[in-house]
C-alpha cells in the first residue's frame, strides 16, 4: 500500500461513454499528478496540481478533464475517448509540486479500455 | 528534445547480479530516481541520486555520472520477486520527472 488508491481499478467504456477515474491520497501531500502509461512506453504526464491548482497540462486532449477539489482528491473525467486512450491510467502525488526532490507515491492504476 | 534510454528487457538467474542502464539527455537536471513496478503493480521508489557516485540500499545499489548523463541499477543476490519492470526518471530544469520506458526484468531459477 503506496497511501495513494484508486476507483475504479478496471473500465470498459465506448466512444460516446462519460466517465470519470478517482484518486485519493491519504499521505497529507500537496501535488497530484495524472499519468497515462502505454504498453511499452515511458510515462506520460497528462496533469500537475500543486495546492489544489492545475500548474501543468501536456497538451492533453480537451475528452480529459481533469478536477481536484481539495489536496486529497484528484478525478479524471472522460468523455468521446478513442481506442488509442486506452491504456493504464496512474495518479500519483508528492510532498510539494515539482521540486528538488520530487518522490512521487503511486496508486494502482486503472486498466481502461475505449471500445 | 528530452530522452531517456534503458533496455526494454533483460533476463538474470536467480542468486545472481544483474545491472541495469540508463542514459539521458534533459534540459537541465534535477536528480535521478529509480522505481519498481511489478505486473498490474503501483511503481514504488527504490532510490534517489543528485550527486555523484555510488548509493548502497541492501541489495540494491544505484550510480550516477552527471558528466557521462549515465546512471544504473545494480540488483544482487537476485530473488524471483525481483521480476519487475524498474523505470528510470530524471528531473529537469523545471522539477519535471521524464521517463524511460523502463526495463522489464525477467528472473529464472
Known amino acids: 500500500e503506496t497511501g495513494v488508491t484508486q476507483t475504479p481499478r478496471h473500465l470498459v467504456m465506448g466512444m460516446t461513454n462519460k466517465k470519470s477515474l478517482k484518486c485519493e491520497q491519504h499521505l497529507g501531500h500537496n501535488a497530484m499528478y495524472w499519468y497515462k502509461q502505454s504498453a511499452k512506453k515511458p510515462l506520460e504526464l497528462m496533469f500537475v496540481y500543486n495546492f489544489k491548482e492545475q500548474t501543468e497540462n501536456n497538451s492533453v486532449p480537451s475528452r480529459f478533464s481533469p478536477e481536484c477539489p481539495n489536496s486529497s482528491h484528484l478525478f479524471l473525467h472522460l468523455h468521446t475517448l478513442q481506442p488509442e486512450d486506452s491504456a493504464l491510467y496512474l495518479c500519483?502525488?508528492?510532498?510539494?509540486?515539482?521540486?528538488?526532490?520530487?518522490?512521487?507515491?503511486f496508486g494502482p492504476g486503472t486498466r481502461l479500455t475505449v471500445l | 528534445g528530452q530522452n531517456i534510454d534503458q533496455p526494454t528487457e533483460m533476463t538474470a538467474t536467480e542468486g545472481a547480479i544483474v545491472q541495469i542502464n540508463c542514459t539521458y539527455q534533459?534540459?537541465?537536471?534535477?536528480?535521478l530516481f529509480w522505481y519498481q513496478q511489478h505486473a498490474g503493480e503501483a511503481p514504488t521508489f527504490l532510490s534517489y541520486?543528485?550527486l555523484d557516485g555510488l548509493e548502497e540500499k541492501g541489495r540494491f545499489s544505484s550510480f550516477l555520472s552527471r558528466s557521462k548523463g549515465y546512471s544504473y541499477l545494480l540488483l544482487k543476490e537476485l530473488q524471483m520477486k525481483d521480476s519487475a519492470s524498474y523505470l528510470c526518471?530524471?528531473?529537469?530544469?523545471?522539477?519535471?520527472?521524464?521517463w524511460g520506458a523502463g526495463t522489464k526484468l525477467i528472473i529464472k531459477p
Open positions: 541520486n543528485v
Open positions: 500519483a502525488s508528492s510532498q510539494e509540486g515539482p521540486s528538488s526532490y520530487n518522490e512521487q507515491f
Open positions: 534533459t534540459s537541465g537536471f534535477n536528480g
Open positions: 526518471a530524471v528531473g529537469d530544469s523545471n522539477y519535471q520527472l521524464i
